[in-house]
C-alpha cells in the first residue's frame, strides 16, 4: 500500500492546477505536490500527511480506471464517421474557406471546418488576435487533391488526428484545432485519445457540452503559460492544457481533462457553482478575493477546500468515478448531482449506467420507426417546446436537428407501454439511461431520419412561429428621445463617419443605438425592447441569434418615422456645427499656427482643419487628428499664396454638398 501511496504522490499535482505558490497550500506540509525535497524517511514517519495527499483529489487514478460505464477505449474510426455521416444530411454548398475550396459539401462540415480554421484570440472570439489568420490553403496545400472535408481534414491533420479533431467538433461542440487559437499548439494522437476518454465519459444528457462555436479545447504554446513560473498548472477551465498535462500518464490526463469539464457543466447550467443552493451545501462564504466555507462542511476532496468553482468541479468529477465514496461521506451533495446535473443517472452499478450496444440501439430505433409509420403522431406546439428546449445552435436550424428534435418530442407522445414493451424486445433494461442511449445520437442510417419527415416538419414550423415572436419584438423599437443623453452618445460617435463614409452613417447610428442600450439594460434601463431569444435555442444558438439582433434593429428602426426624422436632424446639426467649426477655426487667429502664411499646403491643412479644431473631438473624430475630407478638400484648392477663408463661395459649396 505504501508503495502505491509514494506513486501516487508524483501525480499529485496533475488534477485540475494546484497552486503551489499560493498558501493555502501549506498545511500540506512536506509532502506536500509543490515540495520535492521529502526523503523516504519523511514518508515512513508521515503516514497520516500522505493520506491527506491520496485525499487531495475526488478520485485515484485507480478508481477513475476502475469506474462503471467506461468504454475501454476511445471511439473507433467507425463510431466517428457514423457521427460525421449524421451530420452530412443538410442542403450541400461550394464554398472557399481560408483559400481552400470545397465543392458540394455538406454545409454543416463546412461549417465545422471554417471554425476549425479561423483564428481567434486565446479564449475564442475574433477580438485582439495577436497572429494574423494564416491562408490554410498555402500552408498545407489541400487543393485539388481534396474538395471534401474529411480529406482536408487528413491531408492537415493526419488521418487519425484529423478524424478526432472533427468528431470532437461535431458530437461535443469543442474546438480541439491549433490553428484556431493564439498560442495554442497541436495534440499528440495519445494526448488526443485521453481528452475523448474524458469526454466520453460525459452522459448523453450533456452532450455536446461546448457551448460556444469557437470554444478551445487544446493545448497552450509548448514552454509557455498564462500564469506565473512556480504556479504548477496543469490546465483550466479555459479548457487550455500546459506543459506539466503532457507530462503526465493518460489516466491522470483523462482526470485533469474531466475536472475542467466539469467547470463548464457548471456553465451549462448558469452558473450552478456560484448559486445560493450550492453554495449552502458548504457554508461558502466570499472574504473578497478568497472564501470561506463552515467548518464542519463535508468536503470530498482537500482540493474542492479552495473555492465553491472547485468544490463543484470536484464533486462532480467523483459523482462519475467515485460515487460510493461520495455518498457516504457526503449524501446531500451526492443528491444534488443525481438531481440537478446528471438527471437521475447514477454510476455505482453497469447496470445503472449501460447504454446498450449499438446492435440492440439500433433494433430499438427499428422499432420506433415501424411505430411511428404505423401511428403518424402529431406533435403539439406545447410538446415541441417542452422537450426541444436548449437544443437548436443555428437558425435556420440544421436538417439533423430538426430530426434529433423530432424524435425527442415523438417518444413523449408514444404510449408508454408501447415505447417499454419496444425497449424491452431488443434486450435492454427499461429506465432512464436506455432511454437517454436511444435518443443520444441518430445514426446517418436510422430508418427514424425517414419516419420522421412530418414531426420534423412540424418542429420547423414551431421554430418559425417562435422566431416570427422574437423578431416583432424589434418592431416596437424606437430612438432616444432628442436631447437624452442616449442621442448626444449616439450623435457624437458617428460625426466622423457622417463626413469620412456618408453611407455608412445610418449604420454607425443603429449601431451606436444597440451599443450605448445594451450598455444602459445593465443598470436595468434602456430604450429598445428586452430581447427574449426562443427557448428552443441553446446558448451557442442564442449567441448566434444575439450576431443577427444588429440587422434585424436596423430593419425595423427604418421602418420608424421617429427614428428617420433623428437621423435627419443629427445630420443638421452636425453639418451646421461643423461650419461653424470651420468658420471658428480662420476667424479666430490665436487657432492658426505661427507662420501658418508660410507653410506647404499639405501641413496648413493638416494643423488648421484638424489638429488645432477641439470642438471635433465630440463628434467623434479621432484626438489630434485632422479630418480626412476636410483636409484633403483644403489641399487642392491651396497654394503658397492662396488660403481658404470661411467666407470664399468654393469652399462654403463644399462644405454643404457633404451633407445634401
Same mark, same amino acid.
Not at 498555402?138 to 487533391?145: E, K
Not at 434585424?552 to 420608424?560: D, I
Given at each position: ?23 493555502? $497550500? ?5 509532502? +506536500? ?106 500552408? $498545407? ?30 458530437? $461535443? ?127 470530498? +476532496? ?277 461650419? +461653424? ?63 481658404? $477663408? ?15
Amino acid at each position: 500500500m505504501w508503495i502505491n501511496l509514494i506513486i501516487f504522490l508524483f501525480f499529485s499535482e496533475a488534477y485540475g492546477g494546484a497552486n503551489c505558490s499560493n498558501p493555502k $497550500h501549506s498545511y500540506l506540509q512536506a509532502v +506536500s505536490p509543490c515540495n520535492r525535497n521529502y526523503s523516504t524517511s519523511d514518508l515512513t514517519n508521515q503516514v497520516h500527511e500522505i493520506q491527506d495527499v491520496v485525499e487531495w483529489w475526488g478520485a485515484s487514478t485507480q478508481q477513475v480506471a476502475n469506474a462503471k460505464c467506461r468504454a475501454p477505449a476511445q471511439p473507433t474510426s467507425a463510431d466517428m464517421s457514423e457521427v460525421v455521416r449524421a451530420n452530412s444530411n443538410g442542403r450541400k454548398v461550394t464554398k472557399t474557406v481560408h483559400g481552400v475550396r470545397f465543392e458540394n459539401e455538406p454545409k454543416e462540415l463546412v461549417d465545422a471546418f471554417e471554425k476549425l480554421t479561423t483564428r481567434n484570440s486565446v479564449y475564442g472570439g475574433s477580438h485582439n488576435v495577436k497572429e494574423a489568420q494564416v491562408n490554410v490553403q498555402s500552408l $498545407h496545400q489541400v487543393n485539388p487533391a481534396c474538395k471534401s472535408v474529411s480529406c482536408a481534414m487528413e491531408k492537415i491533420w493526419g488521418a487519425e488526428l484529423g478524424q478526432k479533431i472533427l468528431y470532437i467538433k461535431l458530437k $461535443h461542440g469543442y474546438n480541439a484545432s491549433e490553428l484556431a487559437f493564439d498560442n495554442a499548439t497541436r495534440f499528440s494522437v495519445a494526448e488526443m485519445n485521453d481528452v475523448l476518454m474524458a469526454l466520453e465519459d460525459l452522459p448523453p444528457t450533456l452532450q455536446p457540452l461546448g457551448f460556444r462555436g469557437d470554444q478551445r479545447l487544446v493545448p497552450y504554446t509548448v514552454g509557455q503559460s498564462v500564469y506565473a513560473p512556480g504556479e504548477r498548472v496543469l490546465a483550466n477551465s479555459g479548457v487550455i492544457f500546459f506543459d506539466r498535462w503532457r507530462e503526465r500518464e493518460p489516466l491522470t490526463r483523462q482526470y485533469t481533462t474531466f475536472h475542467e469539464l466539469a467547470h463548464n457543466i457548471s456553465s451549462l447550467h448558469e452558473n450552478a457553482d456560484n448559486s445560493n443552493e450550492w453554495r449552502q451545501l458548504s457554508g461558502w462564504k466570499s472574504l473578497g478575493d478568497t472564501w470561506e466555507k463552515n467548518p464542519d462542511a463535508c468536503m470530498i +476532496s482537500k482540493y474542492g477546500m479552495e473555492t465553491p468553482a472547485e468544490d463543484f468541479a470536484e464533486v462532480l468529477s467523483a459523482y462519475r468515478y467515485n460515487p460510493n465514496t461520495l455518498e457516504t461521506s457526503c449524501p446531500e451533495k451526492y443528491r444534488y448531482m443525481k438531481d440537478k446535473v446528471f438527471g437521475g443517472m447514477e454510476y455505482k452499478t453497469n447496470s445503472q449506467c449501460a447504454r446498450g450496444s449499438v446492435d440492440q440501439i439500433a433494433n430499438v430505433q427499428q422499432g420506433l420507426a415501424d411505430h411511428l409509420k404505423e401511428n403518424n403522431y402529431s406533435l403539439s406546439p406545447e410538446t415541441i417546446q417542452s422537450e426541444c428546449a436548449g437544443s437548436l445552435n443555428v437558425y435556420p436550424p440544421a436538417q439533423s436537428e430538426l430530426e434529433a428534435c423530432a424524435f425527442k418530442a415523438s417518444l413523449k407522445v408514444i404510449p408508454q407501454e408501447s415505447l417499454n414493451d419496444i425497449i424491452r424486445r431488443a434486450g435492454l433494461p427499461i429506465n432512464a439511461s436506455t432511454r437517454r442511449a436511444i435518443s443520444a445520437q441518430l445514426p446517418a442510417n436510422s430508418p427514424l431520419r425517414a419516419s420522421l419527415q412530418t414531426q420534423s416538419r412540424q418542429v420547423d414550423q414551431a421554430v418559425e412561429a417562435s422566431m416570427a415572436r422574437y423578431r416583432s419584438q424589434l418592431s416596437q423599437a424606437q430612438p432616444p428621445a432628442r436631447g437624452t443623453n442616449s442621442w448626444y452618445q449616439t450623435q457624437s460617435r458617428c460625426g466622423y463617419v457622417m463626413m469620412e463614409v456618408p453611407e455608412g452613417a445610418l449604420r454607425c447610428y443603429v449601431e451606436t443605438l444597440y451599443e450605448e442600450d445594451r450598455s444602459l439594460k445593465e443598470w436595468g434601463a434602456g430604450f429598445l425592447p428586452k430581447l427574449d431569444p426562443p427557448a428552443m435555442f441553446s446558448e451557442q444558438g442564442r449567441l448566434n441569434l444575439k450576431g443577427q439582433d444588429r440587422q434585424l434593429l436596423e430593419e425595423a428602426l427604418q421602418r420608424s418615422p421617429r427614428f428617420l426624422e433623428q437621423f435627419r436632424q443629427t445630420k443638421a446639426d452636425f453639418k451646421g456645427n461643423m461650419l +461653424s467649426a470651420v468658420r471658428e477655426m480662420k476667424r479666430v487667429n490665436s487657432n492658426l499656427p505661427q507662420g501658418w502664411q508660410d507653410l506647404p499646403p499639405q501641413q496648413f491643412c493638416s494643423q488648421v482643419y484638424g489638429k488645432s479644431n477641439l470642438f471635433l473631438n465630440i463628434w467623434g473624430f479621432p484626438n489630434g487628428e485632422a479630418v480626412k475630407a476636410i483636409e484633403e478638400e483644403c489641399v487642392k484648392g491651396q497654394t503658397r499664396n492662396r488660403r481658404f $477663408h470661411p467666407s470664399d463661395a468654393d469652399w462654403q459649396a463644399w462644405i454643404n454638398s457633404r451633407w445634401n
